[in-house]
């Protein structure tokens, strides 16, 4: 059954025994035997049920609300005493309970208890807040009995005082501040309020109206087993009822706290105000002066509103601290990284910018280190993701140690880093990036079962200075730092290089290689001849495309596949690869399968399938006739494009079995009669652009490995 649905046939169960008790009591108007009856004894039936009720609905309870329908169910059971305490006197003694009588401690005791299970029930509010509940309890509470004391208990009190008029009295009082207290604590100082407690605050509002209408009876002498004002208190127990059966059904959450409350200011204070105006034009009207009591009241209540706004403002004061320690967290968040710690990329961008523009005004250098943890990869596989993080936050400690005091560090992205060294030149950021790297690998990290040695790659890239780039240039700034980078973990790792120092460039092999398969290529090269050829090709190929601008990822699969463009070659009978005379056309044929055969390699031998199609793609001609598959211009894929030129300059600058090495000028005459035709012509201007500037080295004698012969 849904809520509402329950809800409503609890509302019409409640309605219903309300119109049987009002038939009950019109009917006993004009018989004393069946009023008694009715008032005493019929009366009692929701009372009977609501205690159970709660009991159950405690039970259900988790948490505070647990607490809270103790509470109330012992409150309800103290109410059901009080009753039953008054039966018994309606029954044995003729004109009924005195006043005050034990019934009315039971009463009183009943509210008593019902107001902390207010409090408990909405207990996650801070202790100002329900120190704030009180006093609004407490200065509503006093002003409406100052006020109906003056106006209406007064009055109708001949001579002095009587126990049993304050007693009858501070029973519409106290059911005020149980609802004040719901209101304050509860409504103002949360997003949400169980159905059961608005039920109940309901219920205790139908209680004060009726107590008060109670009091004003007692007090003239009309209340009698006949009075319709038990109808009130009727009420009140079937909407009692009704949430504790709510609150029996189904666990009901806990309310949530809102940190910024509806402070119920007005309440507290318009009464205060308007009682002791009332009470003090009272003693003007009637004793033409102003009482000690009247005095007395209004300073209670002016302390109390005093007292309230000093909860308010420590109330405030808290909130602008939480919200200010916030701030200050959100703002760290925004700048920081949230695993290192160190600052994230958005804002070494930012720096990176602001740094520049005042390098540039000043006329000092700047440089940036790219750092990268060499086979992090492998951590993670290994060792876990946590492992993984743990080595991060490591490597973040060392290098935050390592700069200078007014150096930038920042986690780039993923296992990379970056340090914005602000007035630092090459050499000075090459020493600050070889302390770096020291300071990573000086010491192996210990994990569970096993050891972690941190190396890293670092590229070094400035601006400002001779051969850098000029302050403006952030992009190739970064461009530069991470193409030094892979150099440097091409060069094999842990190890630092600049960006502006090509002749130190020693590019060897993709760090993410396959090494049977770059094996291969160097008993392709050993073959062919006395000098390197596939490392010479891929370092040429790795400039070439850094001058068409590829991207990282590009230049990296360039630099790869031109280290490995040849290792089809090696199903190619020896025989062949050193003939020295003209091939024949079975020959040719065989030889001219090696891209393919390199493309299959690399797709069933390893995990680079990526290159395949560049390795099989690199004695394609411009003008579409070339092999395998005969592509022509922009179909061909860059990177092949790239190879081709390369490989064939390497090829005509080395000594074969079938031809001399020919002169700088004759291979650079060959590479001009290709462009357009064997060669895309803007590949080929980039890489004699690169000549002619010396960065295109000389061929190195070869070192020759073991070469493998075939059975």
């Known amino acids: 059954m849904e809520q509402p649905r329950f809800v409503r046939l609890m509302a019409i169960a409640g309605m219903a025994w309300l119109a049987i008790f009002a038939v009950l009591t019109g009917l006993s108007q004009d018989s004393e035997t069946l009023a008694r009856f009715v008032a ?22 988790r948490g505070r609300l647990r607490s809270a329908w103790w509470l109330l169910a012992l409150s309800n059971l103290l109410w059901l005493v009080g009753e039953l305490i008054w039966t018994v006197y309606a029954y044995t003694r003729p004109g009924g309970a005195p006043s005050p009588s034990v019934a009315d401690v039971a009463y009183l005791s009943s509210y008593a208890v019902a107001l902390p299970a207010i409090v408990i029930g909405f207990g996650g509010t801070w202790a100002e807040r329900q120190v704030r509940c009180m006093v609004d309890a407490a200065l509503v509470t006093l002003g409406l009995g100052a006020v109906g004391w003056a106006l209406v208990i007064g009055p109708l009190m ?6 049993g008029a304050i007693v009858t009295f501070a029973q519409p009082l106290l059911a005020v501040s149980i609802v004040t207290a719901l209101v304050a604590v ?25 107590d008060a209408g109670y009091t004003y009876l007692f007090m003239i002498h009309s209340y009698g087993d006949t009075s319709w004002i ?27 706290v809102r940190r910024l409350d509806r402070d119920l200011a007005v309440l507290p204070a318009a009464v205060a105000v308007l009682s002791i105006i009332g009470i003090a034009v009272t003693d003007r009207v009637t004793d033409s002066r102003l009482t000690h009591s009247t005095l007395v009241i209004a300073v209670l209540l002016v302390s109390g509103l005093l007292l309230r706004q000093v909860l308010v403002t420590r109330d405030r004061t808290r909130l602008a601290r939480a919200l200010a320690t916030a701030l200050r967290e959100q703002e760290r968040l925004a700048i920081t990284d949230g695993l290192t710690g160190l600052y994230n990329r958005r804002f070494f961008q930012e720096m990176l910018r602001l740094d520049a523009e005042r390098a540039e005004r000043n006329g000092t250098p700047m440089s940036i280190i790219m750092i990268d943890l060499d086979r992090f990869k492998k951590v993670n596989d290994t060792c876990g993701h946590p492992t993984g993080d743990r080595v991060l936050v490591e490597a973040a400690e060392r290098i935050r140690r390592a700069v200078r005091p007014s150096d930038l560090v920042a986690r780039y992205g993923g ?87 090509l002749a130190d460039l020693a590019l ?20 062919l001849g006395s000098h390197e050829h596939s490392t010479a090709v891929s370092r040429w190929a790795l400039l070439t495309g850094e001058r068409l601008g590829l991207h990282q990822t590009a230049l990296r699969r360039t630099a790869a596949a031109a280290r490995l463009h040849d290792i089809g070659k ?19 044929e065989v030889l001219r399968r090696h891209p393919q055969e390199g493309a299959r390699l690399l797709t069933e031998l390893s995990d680079r399938a990526d290159l395949a199609p560049l390795v099989g793609a690199h004695h394609e001609r411009y003008d579409g006739t070339g092999y395998p598959a005969r592509l022509r211009g922009d179909d061909i894929p860059i990177e092949a494009r790239i190879i081709a030129v390369c490989d064939s300059w390497a090829a005509m600058r080395a000594d074969r079995a079938y031809a001399s090495a020919l002169s700088e000028d004759e291979a650079r005459h060959q590479i001009e009669r290709g462009r357009g035709t064997q060669f895309d012509p803007a590949v080929a201007d980039a890489f004699l652009a690169l000549l002619d500037e010396g960065a295109i080295d000389d061929l190195a004698p070869l070192r020759h490995p073991t070469v493998v012969q075939r059975a």
């Not at 103002?188 to 205790?204: D, I, K």
Request: aromatic residues 4%.
């Open 158 to 163: 001949p001579g002095t005082t009587k126990a």
């Open 415 to 501: 296992e990379e880093f970056v340090c914005l060294l602000p007035g630092a030149g090459e050499d000075t950021a090459l020493e600050v990036a070889e302390q770096v790297r020291r300071a990573l690998s000086r010491t192996p990290l210990a994990v569970p079962g096993r050891e972690v040695r941190l190396t890293a790659s670092l590229g070094v890239a400035s601006a400002g200075t001779r051969g850098g780039r000029p302050h403006g240039d952030l992009e190739g700034l970064i461009h530069d730092a991470d193409g030094a980078l892979y150099r440097a973990k091409a060069r094999g790792r842990d190890q630092v290089a600049a960006a502006s120092r």
């Open 40 to 61: 005493n004894v019929v009366y009692l039936v929701p009372l009977v049920l609501l205690v159970p009720l709660c009991y159950f609905a405690a039970r259900r309870a």
């Open 570 to 588: 090696i199903n190619v009978d020896d025989a062949i690869l050193t003939k020295p005379a003209r091939l024949s056309h079975d020959e040719w």
């Open 186 to 210: 509860g409504l103002c100082g949360h997003r949400t309020v169980p159905p059961s407690f608005l039920l109940a605050g309901a219920g205790f509002a139908v209680a004060g109206l009726t």
């Open 508 to 527: 060897d092999t993709d760090p993410d290689l396959p090494q049977a398969l770059v094996w291969l290529a160097d008993q392709i090269d050993a073959k």
């Open 230 to 256: 038990n109808l009130g208190w009727q009420a009140e127990a079937v909407l009692l009822c009704m949430a504790a059966a709510v609150a029996a059904r189904h666990t009901e959450p806990e309310p949530e």
